[in-house]
């Protein structure tokens, strides 16, 4: 793509591209579309503006795009996360309903030997 120079024939002066914001894509479409409008006013070749323009455009429609995909995996990997914390705490707890149900059947087992009469006779 050709780049795009400023002269003072695009209406743009040296000390008038100090004063503008390039600093973000749509601020930098602003700037090209206003350059585009006074080209097409006096008449130059509009070429190069147009393909900037469609640049800009294809690469925030492509930028959008990435966010989307970059959302999607995020929310995807955090309903992978919630559901693993959850199966793990499942687990845990299934572990220790078994653990606590042995003790008590052993802590029953004993205190009924304890509790049984040796040694009657009848």
């Given at each position: 793509m050709e780049q795009l120079q400023f002269k003072p024939s695009n209406g743009l002066h040296p000390e008038q591209l100090q004063n503008i914001d390039f600093s973000t894509?749509?601020?930098r479409k602003e700037q090209l579309e206003i350059l585009l409008c006074q080209k097409v006013q006096k008449g130059d070749d509009t070429s190069s503006c147009i393909q900037a323009l469609q640049?800009?455009?294809w690469k925030e429609r492509?930028?959008?795009q990435l966010q989307k995909v970059w959302t999607e995996a995020i929310k995807e990997r955090s309903v992978f996360n919630a559901i693993?914390?959850?199966i793990i705490t499942a687990?845990?707890?299934l572990?220790?309903?078994a653990f606590f149900n042995g003790v008590f059947k052993s802590a029953q087992g004993s205190q009924a030997v304890i509790n049984s009469p040796f040694?009657?006779?009848r």
């Open positions: 894509p749509d601020a640049y800009l455009t492509t930028s959008d693993h914390w959850v687990f845990a707890i572990g220790m309903i040694g009657q006779q």
